[in-house]
């Protein structure tokens, strides 16, 4: 069964070779070079919260489908496009269709479509049919007669043209190339459907391949037509295997394969961040419909917290809203950058644009802003307090959570203006164009770092309380200081005499929040491997909360 | 000629031709694209003796793609919308075919009507109806076949035969419960008028929830 393969055993053995001889080569290397002390992540190795993925062109999974139709073929000794309607009608469930196609390969047969059933091959004529070779009583085979008895007329746009071309699947339902064409195409086109059974009515004959490419090719604008059919079929193949999930990214065709975030347990203590490789940004969940990077914190929490916010928008709209009042004019201030230290241009008051707290509180002795006083809730007597400090509770997350994917957004004005930043240090000083790049990479760093913090906070609201809390709380807020003091740096004005020294600050901030950022996702991550983190609701996959 | 607009035309002459069948399909306004069907209920079931429109609209990519029917005349059937008239069959949905017409499918409307689908319920509340009390489901049936389809009503049945349920519990063909008619009749209004208001507001199933005391009330006093 194996000499329907694709490749040839020389090839195989070619790349085998290579391969093996690359791979024990850096092993080596790495056990060689760094011994015990150094705490370097070996080669090739993935960090905590990475997980290890590959990424498929749309050709690459149709390499994987044809080693099943292959295998498939090689098994029952059908044909290519008997194997691909069986495979595709059992959803690519090999173990499945071999049972059951050992079992009654003529049940399977008609099931797929492949094949007329026997007891009623002669077909059930339709209400409106002008033309059947099999209503006139006698049985004259296809091949010996030619059809010639009466003119044909195509039972769906009634032309009785004589010169009209026609075709039939095996079950001679007859039409004209017409009406085969817009069926076909309304098919693919109007419904993404890929398996496109006979028009006759209760006829489950399916189409094959050969006979819809022999429809689709003639067709002006039909490879447009063929290529979506394809596409169709990697896309049902992909949403049948769990190890697969196809981009979301609108007109994107790239597959990740992720095995090891295919099951629902092990989404308890990964958050599998993927890419499809097409384009940087075609950034997704493998685990859930979030279509970009949740981490630190786990798929069913994230969605939790989604969940809680679109529930809860009415009650937390006016946080969005992108001006706010100084608290000691009253006149209106708007945000424009990511920083959240304002200044009222007015009169000059500093404060904070989370809490609207002064600023000189949050300076570099102690900052707080991450963290909510749960002390607050404890003190609540009656059910009117405690409600409303359950708000306030979610509302200081939401705060948070809502202002970096707000600064998030506003990062591309922060690009635009850096880039203008940067044009005009090459024009004052002596950089070059590399040597300015440090601010481009600043700005990455605090998108990033931003996304991650976002996260934190759905994360944080709903860790039990404690120790770990705490520590995690910690780790968040140094984060939180780095990102803004970064922030703040960037937004602050250029003069030719203090590039050097800006450019030192930065390029030193930026490696610092950087690991910043890695502190916190690296130990989210395995806290979750550890299984550190208790919440204080019912998660899916972990513990109960303890009562208290 | 566009062919879709041919396909229609001839469908359209070919109904009108047809002097067996007594499905009938009329323009509405000048476009061939949206139409009016109509049948009469079939005999034997609640429907007889009914006239039974049904909306029809044909899409752009019609034949290949499935006519979207809805029935314009209010029908008390498990698999129909009693508030709507939005249809629940095979046919109007992935078990089209291109070479089903007008004509075929306003046919399979018509034998909806004899065989009931209540496994696969259009209108949960009717369906749930025709399980529990068949005779009971088909008193109200034939009762909105006369209010609505200007069908004879229930004299004309007992003449063929029938002798059941002589005293017909007018709040159960309505399809209503007792319990809300007395709710209301208790407020001093006529029993009639009670079952007639409430019939008209659709005062049934979940859509009881929908509907406040205030608004049955004010619609009583018009
Ligand atoms: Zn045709
Ligand atoms: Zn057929
Ligand atoms: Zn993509
Ligand atoms: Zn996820
Ligand atoms: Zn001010
Ligand atoms: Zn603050």
Redesign the pocket.
């Known amino acids: 069964m194996s000499s329907d393969y694709e490749f040839s055993d020389d090839d195989g053995d070619y790349y085998d070779d290579e391969e093996m001889l690359d791979g024990t080569q850096e092993d080596d290397m790495d056990m060689d070079a760094f011994g015990e002390d150094f705490k370097v992540v070996p080669k090739g190795k993935h960090k905590a919260y990475e997980v290890e993925y590959d990424s498929l062109s749309q050709a690459a999974v149709e390499k994987l489908m044809k080693q099943d139709v292959d295998h498939i073929c090689g098994i029952f000794g059908v044909d290519v496009s008997t194997a691909n309607l069986l495979l595709r009608y059992i959803k690519w469930n090999k173990e499945r269709l071999i049972e059951k196609y050992m079992d009654n390969p003529t049940t399977m047969l008609v099931a797929a479509g492949v094949i007329v059933p026997e007891a009623s091959s002669q077909p059930a004529p339709a209400p409106i049919r002008t033309h059947s070779s099999t209503s006139s009583g006698f049985h004259i085979p296809k091949s010996l007669k030619p059809k010639v008895e009466e003119p044909f007329v195509c039972p769906i746009c009634f032309d009785d043209d004589t010169s009209i071309q026609t075709l039939a699947l095996d079950c001679e339902h007859t039409f004209c190339f017409g009406c085969w064409t817009a069926y076909v195409n309304s098919k693919i086109r109007d419904e993404g459907e890929h398996s496109i059974r006979c028009m006759a009515e209760g006829c489950a004959l399916v189409a094959p391949d050969p006979f819809i490419r022999s429809i689709l090719i003639p067709e002006p604008g039909a490879p447009k037509t063929w290529d979506r059919f394809q596409e169709l079929l990697v896309r049902q193949f992909v949403a049948c295997n769990n190890d697969l999930k196809f981009c979301p990214y609108p007109s994107c065709t790239n597959t990740v394969s992720c095995p090891s975030a295919s099951s629902k347990a092990s ?1 308890a203590t990964v ?3 993927v890419s499809c490789g097409a384009l940087r940004e075609h950034m997704f ?6 279509e970009s990077d ?1 981490r630190p914190v ?2 069913g929490v ?2 939790m917290w989604l969940k809680k916010c679109r529930d809860d928008s009415e009650t937390a709209n006016w946080i969005k809203s992108n001006t706010k009042e100084c608290t000691n004019c009253q006149s209106t201030i708007e945000k424009n950058g990511g920083c959240n230290h304002m200044t009222c241009k007015k009169c000059k008051h500093e404060f904070c644009w989370v809490c609207m707290g002064p600023w000189s509180e949050h300076g570099t002795a102690w900052y707080s802003c991450n963290r909510f006083d749960e002390k607050t809730g404890v003190d609540a007597r009656d059910a009117q307090s405690k409600s409303r400090a359950s708000l306030e509770r979610y509302l200081h997350y939401y705060n948070r959570w809502a202002n970096h994917e707000q600064s998030a957004k506003l990062s591309l004005d922060l690009y635009a203006k850096t880039e203008k930043k940067m044009e005009d240090m090459q024009i004052t000083s002596a950089l070059t164009w590399i040597e300015v790049q440090f601010m481009k990479k600043a700005v990455e760093e605090v998108d990033k770092c931003r996304m991650t913090l976002k996260w934190t906070y759905a994360m944080a609201y709903y860790l039990a309380k404690g120790n770990q809390k705490d520590l995690f709380e910690d780790n968040q807020r140094d984060l939180e200081k780095a990102v803004e003091d970064l922030s703040e740096l960037l937004e602050s004005p250029i003069e030719a005499e203090n590039i050097p020294t800006l450019r030192q600050q930065v390029t030193n901030k930026t490696v610092y929040v950087q690991k910043r950022n890695e502190i916190v996702l690296e130990d989210t991550a395995n806290g979750f491997v550890e299984g550190r983190w208790k919440w204080n609701i019912t998660v899916e996959g972990f513990d109960d909360p303890e009562s208290d | 000629m566009d062919a879709r607009l041919r396909r229609v035309n001839k469908e359209i002459a070919d109904c009108k031709n047809d002097k067996t069948s007594n499905i009938r399909i009329e323009l509405i306004d000048e476009s061939p694209f949206h139409l009016k069907g109509s049948f009469p209920g079939p005999d034997g079931t609640p429907y007889e003796g009914g006239h039974f429109e049904v909306d029809i609209v044909i899409p752009e990519s019609y034949p290949f793609q499935p006519v979207k029917m809805k029935f314009i005349t209010k029908v008390y059937h498990p698999n129909i919308s009693s508030a709507s008239g939005a249809i629940c069959l095979d046919i109007l949905k992935d078990a089209w075919s291109p070479v089903l017409t007008l004509k075929s499918t306003l046919i399979s409307l018509q034998s909806l009507l004899c065989s009931p689908e209540p496994n696969d319920p259009q209108d949960a509340e009717v369906a749930k109806h025709y399980s529990t009390s068949k005779s009971s489901f088909e008193d109200t049936a034939i009762y909105w076949t006369q209010i609505y389809a200007g069908g004879p009503g229930p004299k004309e049945k007992k003449g063929k035969g029938s002798s059941r349920s002589d005293v017909r519990d007018e709040v159960a063909i309505a399809g209503l419960e007792k319990a809300h008619v007395d709710q209301f009749e208790a407020l001093g209004f006529q029993r009639s008028k009670v079952i007639d208001v409430l019939r008209r507001l659709n005062y049934r199933g979940a859509n009881v929830a929908q509907i406040t005391d205030d608004r049955v009330v004010e619609e009583l006093l018009k």
């Open positions: 989404l958050v599998p961040t969940c493998f685990g859930c419909p979030i949740h786990v798929c994230a969605r």
